[in-house]
């Protein structure tokens, strides 16, 4: 059985991102683990997750860029500090800035890879580049901005 994904540690109270939690059925709820200094997703598109005939969606590509990021940014804070992912306080991360550089055209049917490299953690931001990978094509390219969700936000203030 494979090891426990970052998303698998989400406190309820934040499990029930469209992207990311474990706690939305109709979502995606990736999960993502390191390899090495690298995070990987893999997920599989659905045939609704189309753009025209034979393609995915760009939309689906970001939004999955973006959860890789934010999963990538939390476990990224707990390694540094040596923390294991079930320990408290939590560290809860949003996404501030999203950025996708759409390659090539992302085929439609296989599973696709999203690899992630933390690029800087500096205070409550942690910015995390990304992959996206199609039969080991790099179909395109992102980068998030994570930044520490103040505590106010899971409150729905
Ligand atoms: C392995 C882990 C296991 C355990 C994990 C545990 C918990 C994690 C659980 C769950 C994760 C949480 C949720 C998961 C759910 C969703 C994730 C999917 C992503 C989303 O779907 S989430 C929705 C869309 N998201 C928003 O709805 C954000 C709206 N927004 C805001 O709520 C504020 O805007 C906020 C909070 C972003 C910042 O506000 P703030 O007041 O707290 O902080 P402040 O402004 O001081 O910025 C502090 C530092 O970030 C820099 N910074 C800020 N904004 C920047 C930008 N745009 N570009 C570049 N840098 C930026 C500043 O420059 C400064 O940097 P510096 O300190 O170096 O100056």
């Excluded at 426990?4 to 029930?16: G, R, T």
């Excluded at 893999?42 to 034979?54: S, V, Y």
């Excluded at 940014?73 to 560290?91: F, V, W």
């Amino acid at each position: 059985m494979s090891e426990p994904a970052f998303q698998d540690f989400y406190p309820e109270n934040v499990a029930h991102c469209y992207g990311c939690g474990r706690l939305n059925a109709s979502g995606h709820r990736i999960q993502t683990r390191w390899e090495g200094e690298e995070s990987v997703t893999r997920f599989q598109p659905r045939p609704e997750h189309m753009a025209i005939p034979g393609f995915v969606y760009g939309g689906l590509i970001a939004s999955l860029v973006d959860c890789h990021g934010t999963g990538t940014a939390a476990a990224a804070m707990y390694r540094q500090e040596g923390r294991a992912m079930d320990s408290l306080p939590a560290y809860r991360f949003v996404t501030a800035s999203l950025h996708v550089d759409y390659l090539r055209p992302t085929p439609l049917g296989g599973e696709l890879e999203i690899r992630g490299r933390v690029k800087e953690i500096k205070g409550r931001r942690v910015v995390v580049e990304a992959t996206v990978s199609a039969a080991g094509l790099t179909t395109a390219r992102g980068e998030v901005v994570a930044v520490q969700m103040p505590d106010h936000f899971s409150q729905g203030s």
